[in-house]
């Protein structure tokens, strides 16, 4: 059961990655907290398909299809979500590709596109809505990181680099836009049983490993990162900013 919090109620909340994956549970849990969602995805059909089921049921849902990394066309979608849905109040920035790649194998163009999607973005998109969260005396920004660097996984020198870095810039926002009354938290979820990774990487030996290292012997599911992303957006987390919560059933 996810609790729910009063105060997001006609909230303007916007999603990057929005259309898949962790990013539709944080839609759809946001929706069921009556907030009005806005969200970015590359990937067109499912998109589509989501805003579509959540607007049939009641929900405010509005999708522009984006490219994350060209950051003129991030600021023109995300200018469209607040004319269309006001001033974005919450942002999460969960948008990420966590394509494996051998460390002796990166490119100097392959670094840099994983720094663009993975990094790059989250400030961008930051940026984008200060100004509406400085009008409205407040906001919260919630970004997603990983446990993947923290454990020291191999073979994505690259997505670790970027998701290390996402730390930082989240604790240098908080003290940044703290004075004007918004909260900058990570969230760092660990592995996430999602069509995709159940799809790309999750084996029976990475099950394995995961059920030894985890202290929850079972997987985790978006929904659960989602629920912790929603009470940070909430005022039940007023006093909470500048802060990484890992949601990976006790990995790390």
């Excluded at 400030?123 to 409205?136: I, S």
């Excluded at 660990?190 to 929850?216: S, Y």
Aim: glycine share 8%; net charge neutral.
């Amino acid at each position: 059961m996810t609790a729910l919090y009063t105060d997001l109620q006609d909230q303007v909340v916007l999603v990057t990655g929005g259309g898949s994956g962790i990013g539709e549970a944080i839609v759809r849990q946001f929706a069921a907290q009556h907030a009005r969602v806005g969200f970015l995805d590359i990937a067109a059909a499912p998109s589509r398909a989501l805003a579509a089921e959540l607007t049939a049921a009641g929900a405010t849902v509005h999708f522009e299809q984006c490219d994350l990394t060209d950051i003129e066309a991030l600021r023109r979608a995300i200018a469209a979500i607040a004319a269309r849905l006001g001033p974005v109040q919450v942002l999460v920035n969960n948008a990420a590709s966590d394509e494996r790649h051998a460390t002796e194998e990166v490119t100097e163009a392959l670094w840099d596109s994983r720094i663009a999607v993975n990094l790059k973005q989250q400030f961008f998109c930051a940026q984008a809505v200060l100004p509406g969260m400085k009008a409205a005396g407040g906001g919260s920004i919630i970004n997603l990181g990983s446990i993947s660097w923290i454990i020291g996984q191999g073979g994505m020198v690259a997505y670790t680099a970027s998701k290390s870095a996402v730390l930082g810039l989240t604790r240098s926002l908080a003290r940044d836009f703290g004075p004007y009354g918004i909260r900058v938290n990570a969230v760092a979820p660990g592995w996430i049983m999602t069509a995709r990774q159940l799809e790309k990487w999750v084996t029976p030996a990475t099950e394995q490993e995961i059920n030894a290292r985890q202290c929850l012997k079972r997987r985790l599911q978006p929904a659960e990162v989602a629920n912790v992303i929603v009470f940070l957006a909430s005022a039940a987390a007023s006093a909470c900013t500048s802060q990484q919560y890992i949601v990976d059933g006790g990995w790390v």
